[in-house]
């Protein structure tokens, strides 16, 4: 069964930093490329960065040169460091399997929710 728990969200203010964390339940964690997502209201969720089991990666040019994914296939985590943090980077954020074409895992975790704020 697949299962991602998120953590690490919080309030922040512009320009701060903030780290999140997915625990994945995935078999064979480490061949997938993982992403993270974000979904704000009244909008659709996109992805913002990913990462291939070889450790590329790539990032919405939204949060480009500001944002870091990386993961621990030991841990079956994935990280995402988040610099100068913006108000429209507001949002709730998830990880997932990136598998293609715009498809997931069917199973989403709860997400952790990111506000900047001042």
């Known amino acids: 069964q697949v299962q991602f728990v998120e953590s690490g969200g919080g309030l922040v203010q512009p320009g701060g930093s903030l780290r999140i964390s997915c625990a994945a339940s995935v078999s064979m964690f480490s061949i997938y490329t993982m992403g993270w997502y974000r979904q704000a209201p009244g909008k659709q969720r996109e992805l913002v960065a990913a990462?291939?089991?070889?450790?590329?990666?790539n990032y919405a040019d939204s949060v480009k040169g500001r944002f870091t994914i990386s993961r621990d296939n030991a841990k079956n985590t994935v990280y995402l460091q988040m610099n100068s943090l913006k108000p429209e980077d507001t949002a709730v954020y998830y990880c997932n399997a990136d598998l293609g074409g715009g498809h997931t895992f069917d199973s989403w975790g709860q997400g952790t929710q990111v506000t900047v704020s001042s």
């Open positions: 990462i291939t089991s070889g450790g590329s990666t």
